[in-house]
């Protein structure tokens, strides 16, 4: 069985970060080692939310993991609290990096053209940084434009978002993928580019009309764990893309959904058929 690492926080109520990552990965049949950069009450879009923040935490757990010997097939970084905590990723990266295993960063921050709450400039020039060390990196539109210093738009054709592309390339990653690519009405979906062949991927499917906090975290866990079970990129975004879909689908009918997460542990069984099927294919 695989092993994948995932660094983010744990935002006790909300479905997002690590309540995402730790049941939809371990349910692909991947274990799942966490590390918690933070405790919140709830995700930020909540007022009020409270925050610990666990940076002292990194350095002795990695080490006691270290210590046992402990290796990983991934590591999965999503949201991250400060500029130190990217700074102490460089430094498990260092640590952990084999010549076989995947360095897969969310360089979660923003979105719909805005920063979380909390961040700055200097927040997304770590996370520009870090995006270097990855061999494949997922941000949206917005974290793209940020990192790049591109003008954000909301409409835009395929040259715009091939220059996106191209300048995420030079940050340094092997493998961009860009989320939330729309290339015509009711359309949305995914687009990368591989640098060493250049040679980019488009995949749309149809818009669910809706947006959803958290669904960033499940295309990103569903990606990495289809990697982990064999996957190559292009086709774990593709099944990412139609689960998280299906999933906001789902949601809506859902008369008691909640405002800031979606219904994934309804839709987790679809998952488990889509990958046996994957498999026959
Ligand atoms: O889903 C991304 C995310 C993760 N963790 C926390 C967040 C957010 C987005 O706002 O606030 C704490």
Known sequence: MKRVLTVQDISCLGKCSLTVALPVISAMGVETVILPTAVL?????????TYKDLSDQIEPITAHWQAQGAGFDAIYTGYLGTV??????KDLFRTFRTPDNLIFIDPVMADNGKLYANFDEAYVRANAGLCAQADIIVPNITEACLMTETEYRTEYDKTYIDTLLHRLALLGAKTVVLTGVSFSEGKTGVAGLDTSSGETTVYQNDLVNASYHGTGDL???????AMMRGRTWPQAMQLAADYVALTIRATLEDPKKPWYGVNFEETLPVLMEMLKEETKA
């Open 219 to 225: 295309f990103s866990s569903v990606c990495v764990g």
């Open 84 to 89: 130190t905590q990217i700074e102490q990723m």
């Open 41 to 49: 009450s709830t995700h930020t879009l909540f007022p009020g939310f």
